[in-house]
């Protein structure tokens, strides 16, 4: 079974800086990213990354949040600067696997970031 486990998350400032960590429990990883769910809100997609490097990023945190991977550990990061109170969520780890069969979408239990004002 895989698992993400997810590391990273706390209380910052506003105008601060956090960074997120999340471990795969496999190699076979396709896509990486990051997705949140504020309260009351619906989970969106923060950043994605390919296996070969190509990202995209939410527009709303595009210039402040960067995303990375480091292939031979399964770890994805989530570099997160210039924090607002708006980005206060869930912040849930996501990977793509590819199983012999097809792939199949995976995502961790989550880690709070809350920023104050």
Known sequence: QVKLVESGGGLVEAGGSRRLSCVVSTSSILAMGWDRQA????REL???ITRSGRRNFAESVKGRFTISRDNANATVYLQMNSLKPEDTAVYYCYAQIDHEVGYADYWGQG???????
């Open 39 to 42: 309260p009351g809100k619906q």
């Open 46 to 48: 923060v950043a994605r």
């Open 111 to 117: 880690t709070q970031v809350t920023v104050s004002s």
